[in-house]
Structure formats: structure tokens, C-alpha cells
């Protein structure tokens, strides 16, 4: 096995609770599902958020989830001009066999303009 990062982000539909955390879930829940990524398998992970999110740590939607053992930090993205608003980014690094070709890198929502290249359809 190695450490691969696998990256992913979407966007809240505004700046709530209940909206990053249902933005960040979703995410976090389709990068283990589209890896294989066990709880276990994961080394840490980092949160980020653009700074219009401020209503909640991201973060906290991954230990909502159960998650208590996983190593998480939240920080906030960089405020570039015309970058994408609402944005939950994240970096799971984890413990797999696959290559990196082969992890899916997943990016949802408005997200999907950030790396139009590594978006793949669900399988």
C-alpha cells in the first residue's frame, strides 16, 4: 500500500449549517464510495473553505458521520478574485493499492468547473 491524496470540492448551496454540512457529506461520501476508501484507510484529512462559508466548520459533517477516529482540519481557501464562492474543497490522504491513475478525484456541483478534466460520471 501507499499514501495517495485524493482530492475533491463542491459548492453549499449558501452560507448555512445545514447547507455545508449536506455540501461537505455528500463530497466526503462520494470520494469513499468512488475509491473503495474505508475509514480505516485514511491517514488525515483537510477541509478547506472559501471564506464567504463561515456559518460552520466542514469538518464537522465528517464526525457527524461517525468518523471520530479521522485525523480532520479545517482551514479557509484563499480569497482569489473570481474564484469559485461557497466552495468545500477537500484532501483525503489515504492508505490504497491503486495507482494514481486510478483514484477518482470527485468534484460536484458548481464545483465541476474547478478541474473539468478529472470530473467522472458516478459509476
Keep these: 500500500m501507499v499514501c495517495r491524496g485524493i482530492r475533491g470540492a463542491t459548492t453549499a448551496e449558501r452560507n448555512s449549517q445545514e447547507a455545508i454540512l449536506e455540501a461537505t457529506k ?3 461520501l462520494a470520494v469513499l464510495e468512488r475509491n473503495g476508501i ?3 484507510d485514511i491517514g488525515a484529512v483537510l477541509v478547506t473553505a472559501t471564506p464567504d462559508l463561515d456559518a460552520t466548520f466542514p469538518a464537522r459533517a465528517i464526525r457527524e458521520l461517525g468518523h471520530v477516529h ?3 482540519t479545517c482551514a479557509v481557501e ?3 478574485p473570481n474564484s469559485l464562492p461557497l466552495c468545500v474543497r477537500l484532501l483525503l ?3 490504497t493499492e491503486k495507482s494514481a491513475q486510478e483514484v477518482s478525484h470527485v468534484y460536484l456541483r458548481e464545483a ?4 473539468p478534466d478529472l470530473v467522472k460520471a458516478a459509476p
Design 26 to 28: 455528500e463530497l466526503y
Design 38 to 40: 474505508a475509514p480505516d
Design 70 to 72: 479521522v485525523p480532520l
Design 78 to 80: 484563499m480569497a482569489v
Design 93 to 95: 490522504l489515504v492508505n
Design 112 to 115: 465541476v468547473r474547478l478541474r
